[in-house]
Structures are given as C-alpha cells and as structure tokens.
C-alpha cells in the first residue's frame, strides 16, 4: 500500500511562490510515475502535471507550463511542485498521486489528502 501526503499550500497573493510536497511511506513510489491535480468546489479533479518513474519527460497542462515545474528529490521519494508566478485561477486543492504516468485521473491508484493553495490579493 502507497500512502502520500501533500504539504506546502498556503495563502499567497498574485505573483508570489509555494512549494508543494508530496511525501510517499509505506512502498516505495520509484517506479511509479507522480501527478499533481488540482480541484475545486463544483468541478471536476484537473491535471496539473506529471512526472514519470523515469526516462520521459515531464508533462504539464498548458496553463501552467513555464511557472510550475515538478521533479523529485535527490534524497528520498518525495515529489515536489514549484509553483511560480502564482495566479488567482490557480486556487483550488491541491492533489498528489501515483500510478500509471498520464493525465487522466484514472491513470492513479493512490492519492493524498491534499492541501490547499489560495491564491488573493
């Protein structure tokens, strides 16, 4: 059994940062691949972006291609978003999973709790 859990959101204003974590325990998540969705209330969970276990390249939903960025640590599973630029429309609840490496939400097998990203002036 996976268990993941995100960290890092918080409330920021328009053009500031957050880091998100997405810590594994119990097996290991090497060799699956990671993905970060986000939702919000009244809509459906949406791909933000995706990491595989290794070889091909990341993946990112075009609306926050070039300020976000996700890779894993050097030292241990855990996957991290680096979220720049931040935007009000990137408000939502923030999702980590693992499974197999696509956009589809059904791609994952296991999910976080998420954690909260709101973005305001």
């Known amino acids: 059994q996976v268990h993941l859990v995100e960290s890092g959101g918080g409330l920021v204003k328009p053009g500031d940062s957050l880091k998100l974590s997405c810590e594994p325990s119990?097996?290991?998540?090497?060799?699956?691949?990671i993905g970060w969705f986000r939702q919000v209330p009244g809509k459906e969970r949406e791909f933000v972006a995706a990491?595989?276990?290794?070889?091909?390249?990341?993946y990112y939903q075009d609306s926050v291609k070039g300020r976000f960025a996700i890779f894993r640590g050097m030292a241990n599973n855990t996957v991290y978003l680096q979220m720049n630029n931040l935007k009000p429309e990137d408000t939502a609840v923030y999702y980590c999973?693992?499974?197999?490496?696509?956009?589809?939400?059904?791609?994952?097998?296991?999910w976080g709790q998420g954690t909260q990203v709101t973005v305001s002036s």
């Open positions: 119990g097996r290991s998540v090497s060799s699956y691949a």
């Open positions: 990491i595989p276990n290794s070889g091909q390249t990341s």
């Open positions: 999973a693992a499974g197999r490496y696509g956009s589809s939400p059904r791609n994952y097998d296991y």
